[in-house]
């Protein structure tokens, strides 16, 4: 079961900032996007993995719809950037994903589930202030239960 750290960032908090590499070939960082896009974070525990195999792309294919809105998506794990590159290679991903190795981020926004040694599957929505708006932790990791859809109405309502 993932339970958010009581440390975790609650609406309202500025987002954690984190620097992170990415699938794009540029070092990705947060706050680099005030001011100009929403950011939707998409925590999720494993490439290659059944559940994540369908969330990702789902989000991926939804860019365009995301972009009407200012927002980008970007999805964060502890996979190396090379399992990245061949999952989203392998299942048409186009949205960056992140290198959380040290799983720091994941901790930080806590997602983190430490025994297991991978985030729980999680989305935040940062709106361009950089202030979390909408935070969604799945009671267990394999669960998915929160569209696309959802956090696109959620951007629309910001």
């Not at 070092?27 to 559940?51: A, C, E, M, Q």
């Not at 994903?97 to 720091?104: E, F």
């Not at 969604?136 to 394999?142: D, H, I, L, R, Y």
């Amino acid at each position: 079961m993932t339970t958010p750290s009581p440390t975790a960032p609650q609406v309202g908090d500025l987002a954690p900032d984190f620097t992170l590499p990415s699938t794009g070939g540029e070092p990705v960082t947060l706050s680099s996007y005030r001011g100009h896009k929403n950011v939707v974070l998409v925590f999720y525990p494993l490439d290659f993995s059944p559940v994540c195999s369908m969330q990702l792309p789902e989000y991926s294919g939804r860019q365009d719809d995301f972009a009407e809105v200012d927002a980008v998506v970007l999805g964060i794990n502890r996979d190396s950037l090379h399992t990245h590159k061949a999952w989203a290679a392998e299942y048409g991903i186009e949205v960056p994903l992140l290198a959380d190795m040290k799983l720091d981020v994941a901790r930080s926004y806590g997602v983190e589930i430490e025994d297991r040694a991978i985030s729980g599957r999680a989305v935040f929505l940062i709106d361009k202030a950089g202030k979390l708006r909408f935070r969604f932790v799945e009671e267990k990791a394999g669960d998915y239960t929160l569209r696309p859809g959802e956090v696109l109405k959620k951007i629309r309502e910001l």
